[in-house]
Every structure is written in structure tokens, then in C-alpha cells.
């Protein structure tokens, strides 16, 4: 009996070992898209913690689910994925800490929606050509979005609303290292913040969009401190209705706390505040062809040189 009982013991510490590896390698995966392979489907047999790593040109509109936790989506710098629906994102994200890196991402609605108090870091894609906004940030969820061009989509390229949060081109709080991301000729503007939502904006190229550079309105907030806010198509920076901004502290040097700059002057004004709105912080070098700044009624201009 007592044999018996050792030999059933190894062996069922020997599976258990087995079925841990076994475990531990089903936490990645590889997909190759094709017409009966789509990241919808492989999404469902993710694991938390897991990696779905992806390559070729996946035709679909991906919604990850609430239920969805803690899991990669890896383009690798080579996968594609174009949403066919231009009713819906490409990207629906509902779940909490999920990752988008590494993917060329096309049509849909927005490319990447976060919403449903989804939560997201978004690092390392090419967002463009979309039927309306790049990224959309919604509905009390939040996004780290890093190290992305986001481009040439039909309206903004970065919105952030509805009580929602985002960090874009910082990582992490108090990380001394930018994660620029560049944000360029989209249809409307580059960033907007809106509707009692927040955002941290640091060291990203924010230029030759066709209205603003970055909007805070609707009673909403931003840090926005070491970028280059040039060239877009009316003001670098609009404040309207009630919101407050910061463009870097008036005494640091961390990178949080350096002013904007426009290599190339916006089209009108560096800064205008209509409406009610505080801008606070540094100047710097933030201008446009009708000068730095323009406050309005109900207005407060705290900022400093």
C-alpha cells in the first residue's frame, strides 16, 4: 500500500508539473489572420496574463469584453487589422488592463474605442485612415497611449470623454521619460478633452491638424507640458467652457514640467480661452501668425513667460 501510495504521489506530482507548463505555454499564442482566423476568435481561449501574438491582415471588427482581463493583443510591427464595419471601431475595448501594441490599424468607426470603464494601454500602433476619431477614450474608462502615430483620420486623432482619463505620451505617473507620440493631419483636431474628463499630455508632436491641436472644454482638465504644438490649422491650444489647463510648472524642469513650443506657428493663436477657462503654467514658446494668446471673457490668464 505504502509503494502504491508513493507511485500515485510522483505521479501526481509529475502531471500537476505537466499541467502547470502546459499552463504557462497556453498563455501566448500565435495568430496568423486569415478568412477563418480572426483575433474574435482566438480572444476567447486568452487566459489572464495571456499574449495573443498576431500577424497578417486580419478583416474584422475586434470586441474584447468586459470579461476579457489582462491580456496582450502583440502586432509585432507587422500586423494589419482594417475594420470592415465603419459603423463600429476597429477596436472595442471593454475589458480592464488590456494592451494594443505593435499593429497598423484602419478603418472601422474610431480605431481603438475604450469604453464601458474599460481600461487600456494603447503603445506602439499606427492608427490611421479611421471614419471618424483614431482614439476614443469614453463612458468613465481610462488609456495609457504611447509611442503611436495618429494620423489622417476623418476627425480627431485622441478624444477623451465623458468622465473618462487618459496619460498620452507618459507611461506611468512621475516617469521622467516621454513616450512621444505623434498625432498629425487628422481631419478636425490632434487631442480633445471633453465633457468633466482629464488628461495628462506631455512630449508628443501634436502638428498639422485641421482645426486645433488640443481642445479642453465642457468643464474638463489637462496637463499639457513638452510638446511641439505647431501648425495646426487654427489655435495650438482651445480652452472653452469652464475648463483649466497647465502647461508645465512655473519653476520645475522635469519633463512634466517644461513648457510647449511650435517650431512652425499655428494658424491663428498659440492659445485662445473663450467662454470661461483658466490657463496656468509657462508660455513658452507656444504661438500663432495672430500671436500667443487670446483670453476671453470669463476668462483667466495666470500663466507666466
Not at 78 to 87: K, Y
Request: proline letters at 3%.
Amino acid at each position: 500500500m505504502e509503494k502504491k501510495q508513493k507511485i500515485s504521489m510522483f505521479l501526481s506530482a509529475t502531471l500537476g508539473s505537466f499541467l502547470m507548463v502546459a499552463t504557462s505555454g497556453a498563455a501566448s499564442s500565435q495568430l496568423t489572420c486569415g478568412d477563418q482566423r480572426t483575433i474574435g476568435d482566438a480572444l476567447r481561449r486568452l487566459r489572464p496574463g495571456g499574449t495573443l501574438f498576431v500577424s497578417g491582415t486580419c478583416n474584422e471588427n475586434v470586441v474584447i469584453e468586459e470579461q476579457v482581463q489582462n491580456v496582450t493583443f502583440d502586432g509585432q510591427g507587422v500586423a494589419t487589422v482594417s475594420g470592415p464595419d465603419t459603423t463600429a471601431p476597429t477596436f472595442s475595448i471593454r475589458g480592464r488592463g488590456i494592451t494594443i501594441k505593435g499593429f497598423t490599424i484602419t478603418g472601422g468607426d474610431s480605431g481603438i474605442t475604450v469604453t464601458r470603464s474599460g481600461n487600456a494601454i494603447i503603445d506602439g500602433n499606427i492608427i490611421q485612415t479611421t471614419g471618424d476619431n483614431g482614439i476614443t477614450v469614453t463612458d468613465h474608462s481610462s488609456a495609457r497611449v504611447v509611442n503611436n502615430t495618429i494620423q489622417n483620420n476623418a476627425s480627431n486623432g485622441v478624444v477623451v470623454s465623458q468622465n473618462s482619463s487618459a496619460r498620452i505620451g507618459i507611461l506611468i505617473p512621475d516617469d521622467p521619460v516621454a513616450s512621444p507620440n505623434t498625432i498629425q493631419g487628422n481631419g478636425d483636431s490632434g487631442v480633445v478633452v471633453t465633457r468633466s474628463s482629464s488628461a495628462v499630455i506631455i512630449g508628443n508632436r501634436i502638428n498639422n491638424n485641421v482645426v486645433d491641436g488640443v481642445i479642453a472644454v465642457r468643464g474638463s482638465q489637462a496637463d499639457i507640458a513638452s510638446n511641439d504644438i505647431s501648425g495646426n490649422g487654427r489655435h495650438g491650444i482651445f480652452i472653452n467652457l469652464n475648463s483649466v489647463v497647465n502647461l508645465g510648472n512655473d519653476t520645475g524642469s522635469g519633463i512634466e514640467d517644461l513648457p510647449n513650443t511650435s517650431t512652425v506657428n499655428n494658424a491663428s493663436f498659440g492659445l485662445l480661452c473663450v467662454t470661461g477657462g483658466v490657463a496656468d503654467g509657462r508660455l513658452g514658446g507656444l504661438n500663432g501668425n495672430n500671436g500667443p494668446t487670446s483670453f476671453g471673457i470669463g476668462c483667466i490668464n495666470s500663466l507666466s513667460p
